[in-house]
Nanobody, 124 residues
Framework: QVQLVESGGGLVQAGGSLRLSCVAS????????KGWFRQAPGKEREFVAT????????FYADSVKGRFTISRDKDKNTVYLQMNKLKPEDTAVYYC?????????????????WGQGTQVTVSS
């Protein structure tokens, strides 16, 4: 059974930073595209960032571009989301996910495995 375990969420003031981590229990993790999504209360889960299997290509939602950075460490089976200049509207549960599409994807239906989510709360 594949497991993705997120960590690093918490409460931070506006303008602050957090780094989310997601560790996968999958031997072939390095061949998968990876992504981060988020879901605020009463809203649908939305795309945040994606990275291809090699880490050479990334893509971001307009709302986080220039503030968030997705990266991965293949030796640690881990994908990260560095979040800087956080805003109250970034408050949500953040989910990591992996897809067999090695290029990554912005579509949540393309993802095969999901983590349980980690809460990020940004106070004003």
């Amino acid at each position: 059974q594949v497991q993705l375990v997120e960590s690093g969420g918490g409460l931070v003031q506006a303008g602050g930073s957090l780094r989310l981590s997601c560790v996968a229990s999958l031997r072939t993790f390095s061949t998968y595209g990876k992504g981060w999504f988020r879901q605020a209360p009463g809203k649908e889960r939305e795309f945040v960032a994606t990275i291809n299997w090699s880490g050479s290509s990334t893509f971001y939602a307009d709302s986080v571009k220039g503030r968030f950075t997705i990266s991965r460490d293949k030796d640690k089976n881990t994908v990260y989301l560095q979040m800087n200049k956080l805003k109250p509207e970034d408050t949500a549960v953040y989910y990591c996910a992996i897809t067999a599409l090695a290029s990554g994807s912005i579509g949540k239906k393309d993802y095969d495995y999901w983590g349980q989510g980690t809460q990020v709360t940004v106070s004003s």
